[in-house]
């Protein structure tokens, strides 16, 4: 069960209003990496945890922080809205700089939202729960959950760079750091967790069933052999199990792939089927 505490987790107050800021903080607030997609990830990888415990507690404390980040950008957003112009859009054009304004914010936070935030990305695009990952695999889903906060925080760092209200950087700056700590967080329970099950996901797949005379094996496939210097081309490999070894010219293991034609009731371009023309 959830409740609201009415206080913002930190203040979302621009120095003043700007609508084509507002347009591109929606990235980070709807986009693939922002604040609502890993409020989603982190409470639906900690609602399908089947285990009691300090890594279940951990994804619904982060998931729930995540959605104060949300609340606190569509406080900034629709704050950045404020005086936005709607009315004579032809007599405002005439102000060269209420002419980049309206040819620069997105129409419908005056059209639909009534100048409020959505769940959208900075170009309009809606949020999609075709952004989360919930595997069921805590190893799986962390490394998954380390790459969205490493995207996060590029996203906000840009953004940061990209204005000068004072209150807008300081509020990126607080959700900036936040990705650090979540980065730090990620980091360490993913240590923890592969020194109980390993590095390689799932750490459970019968070794009998896995063809391992090609598990180490680093094919070069690309001109060049540059690949060759790193980590991954030589030496013990890194879940201890072998060693990689690096193939300048990889062989195919298959054939030549030839299959059978397709029924006629496919009518697929068949050239053993005479046609019917007439």
Not at 36 to 53: E, H, K, P, T, W
Not at 250 to 266: F, I, R
């Amino acid at each position: 069960m959830f409740y609201h505490v009415k206080d913002l987790q930190y203040e979302a107050k621009p120095d003043r209003p700007d609508a084509l800021f507002a347009k591109q903080l929606q990235e980070i607030l709807g986009g693939q990496y922002g604040e609502i997609s890993v409020a989603m990830q982190y409470l639906f990888q900690g609602f399908n945890v089947r285990m009691d415990g300090k890594y279940k507690d951990l994804l619904m404390d982060v998931g729930t922080e995540e959605l104060a980040h949300v609340e606190m950008l569509a406080t900034m957003i629709a704050r950045l809205l404020d005086d936005a112009p709607i009315g004579d859009l032809e007599e405002a054009s005439q102000d060269p700089a209420m002419a980049a304004i309206l040819g620069g914010m997105n129409p419908q936070h005056a059209i639909v939202s009534g100048f409020g935030a959505m769940p959208v990305d900075s170009v309009g695009n809606r949020w999609s729960a075709d952004y989360i990952g919930a595997s069921g695999n805590l190893i799986a889903d962390f490394r998954a959950n380390v790459m969205a906060e490493s995207q996060g925080r590029l996203q906000a760092s840009r953004l940061y760079a990209a204005s000068s209200d004072r209150g807008v950087r300081d509020m990126l700056s607080f959700l900036i750091a936040r990705d650090r700590m979540h980065q730090n967080m990620w980091l360490a329970a993913l240590q923890e967790l592969e020194e109980k099950e390993g590095v390689i996901v799932p750490s459970t797949f019968p070794s009998e069933d896995e063809n391992k005379s090609v598990a180490y094996d680093f094919y070069n496939l690309s001109l060049g052999d540059e690949s060759s210097a790193g980590r991954w081309a030589h030496g013990p490999s890194i879940d201890g199990c072998s060693t990689f070894k690096y193939i300048q010219n990889p062989k195919p293991l298959g054939g030549v792939p030839h299959l059978q034609a397709a029924p006629p009731y496919s009518f697929n371009t068949n050239p053993h089927i005479p046609p019917q023309l007439c």
